[in-house]
């Protein structure tokens, strides 16, 4: 398959980086100010060595990437809430022109999922987001293998930043400030880590898992409750593994409603993942309790729930 991947972050890049072991062209590359559009394929060593010195993929212009030659368009572009732009216009441009789209940014199908389907309904392309819950993990694929209709919970651990924090808090008693900062020399945390701490990243993932298994209705982020972690004190914490018990930042869907907060799980349990490791459990009609659990972020496991999909599309 063609691709043309927007986005050159850590997983934009990695999938250019990989595309070539999958057995896939990078036609076209663009990050936020450049593109660079080769219908041959593109020299992905040369284009990541410019990005990393220069700052930019190449000479061309963004748009010129959207009117490329290519098959799937790998849409990486950072996840915004609202209009979920530029995403959303770069997922209608593909589809209008009758071409796939695979995504990693949550923004489309957690904030404008009808306005996806609806412009899939009359393109020939379709739209696949195994990227968007929980990175590496096949927690969509399995959904879609055992049925949405048969599914009546999906309870998850789905932030590797907020995991690590609550990690490290429970196993050496350190208080949030202390575990955070910590987080943020280690790159695993961001300078603003809001957008984590505070359960917007989870509460997405959520609202992408309820309009996956949506009886009709279309689910945003405005119909989540959420709690994050902020006020959590490491007291409780340490209450917590005196009863052999620990805290996780828990998103529940469940008949249409989505939770995210704050949870007391025990310490062994499926839920308790350590460091940024993720977890999600499904709760079925017939086959039980059933879990996974992996990385949930990163730039080349990420890329590989990207590349995973391209390939379900070329075999269709």
Known sequence: MRLAVMGAGAVGSS??????????????????????????GIDAPTVLERKEHEGVVG????????????D???EATPTTLGDAEPGMSHVEAALRRDRHVVLANKGPVAERYGDVRE????????????ATVGGAMPVLSTITDIGPDHITAVRGV????????????????????????????MGVAET???????????ALKGVILANVLADGREYTLADADVEGIVDIPGSVLELAREDGRTVRLIVEVRAGEIRVGPRL????????????TNA???????????????PGAGGPETASAILADVDRLAHE
Do not use: I, K
């Open 119 to 130: 412009l899939e309904a009359d393109s020939e392309g379709r739209v696949l987001f195994e």
């Open 192 to 202: 603003d880590p809001s957008f984590d701490v505070e359960g917007t990243d989870t």
């Open 265 to 276: 799980v025990p310490e062994n349990a499926a839920l308790a993942p350590t460091g940024t």
């Open 158 to 185: 789905l932030n590797g930043t907020v995991n690590f924090v609550l990690s490290r808090m429970a196993a050496e008693g350190l208080d949030y400030e202390h575990v955070l900062a910590e987080a943020q020399d």
């Open 59 to 70: 000479d061309a212009d963004p748009e010129e990437a959207l009117a490329a030659t290519y």
């Open 15 to 40: 999938v250019v980086e990989l595309a070539g072991e999958y057995g896939h062209d990078v036609t076209a590359f663009a990050d936020s100010r450049s593109a660079v559009v080769d219908a041959d």
């Open 72 to 74: 799937v368009l790998v």
């Open 280 to 294: 999600v459990q499904l709760e079925t009609e017939h086959a039980g309790q059933l879990n996974v659990s992996g």
